[in-house]
């Protein structure tokens, strides 16, 4: 069955640090979608990136950039130079686009916590 | 301005009654789902519906019920049968399910007392 894990519970940083969000997957399909959503505390989930199981290429969009490992079952997020605005709850998700579940499944979250 | 809007923001329910959450969307997706989300957890998938006229079950579906008689509306009824209604619930909406991107609504807070 599907399933994401994201270990970190809640992360704190200073503000400029560079931050490492951790998301690790499992699926027995061979075409899946995986995804990053930015939960700010107005409670709105806000896309922030999809890749599909066949692009292994990292993407950098500003001070994001995204690992996505095959070979780990890994899709990390990195935010570069932290600023308060970052502060949120993360999500990993994971779509099954042929033999299993095509809905989502999320992670249970990273709280990230920039101070000033 | 395109988007997905729910309402209300907060509702207040004594136990034992129905409530239903409104869900539109008008993307001009097919697919609408419907989340629900406890304090520092995860979301969790409650009904899903990829056209018209038909909805699957999620994985919470008990004590749920929804219906999709318009392309942009994904109504949710928490029913009295639902043992612990509190809780935040998010919807959703995406061009086609699986591969697509999801967008969501700001949520409905429901409180039962």
């Known amino acids: 069955a599907q399933k994401v894990t994201q270990a970190q519970t809640e992360i704190s940083v200073v503000e400029k640090e560079d931050v490492t969000l951790d998301c690790v997957y499992e699926?027995?399909?061979?075409?899946?979608?995986l995804f990053w959503y930015k939960q700010p505390p107005s409670g709105e989930l806000v896309f922030l990136i999809r890749r599909n199981s066949f692009d292994e290429q990292n993407e950098i969009s500003g001070r994001y950039s995204w690992n996505f490992q095959k070979s780990t079952s890994s899709f990390n997020f990195t935010i570069t130079a932290s600023q308060v605005v970052d502060s949120a709850v993360y999500f990993c998700a994971l779509s099954e686009a042929r033999t299993g579940r095509r809905a989502l499944t999320f992670g249970s979250g990273t709280r990230l916590q920039v101070q000033p | 301005d395109g988007g997905i809007t729910q309402s209300p923001k907060y509702l207040f329910r004594k136990e034992g009654q129905n409530v239903t959450l409104s869900c539109e969307q008008n993307?001009?997706?097919?697919?609408m789902y419907w989340y629900r989300q406890d304090p520092g957890q995860g979301l969790r998938l409650i009904y899903y519906s990829q056209i018209v006229n038909d909805f699957q079950k999620g994985d919470i579906a008990e004590g749920y019920s929804v219906s999709r008689e318009k392309k942009e509306s994904f109504p949710l009824t928490v029913t009295s049968a639902q043992k612990n209604p509190t809780a935040f619930y998010l919807c959703?909406?995406?061009?086609?399910?699986?591969?697509?991107?999801?967008?969501f609504g700001p949520g409905t807070r429901l409180t039962v007392t």
């Open positions: 993307l001009n997706h097919d697919a």
């Open positions: 959703a909406s995406s061009i086609l399910i699986g591969e697509h991107e999801q967008y």
């Open positions: 699926t027995r399909d061979t075409t899946y979608y």
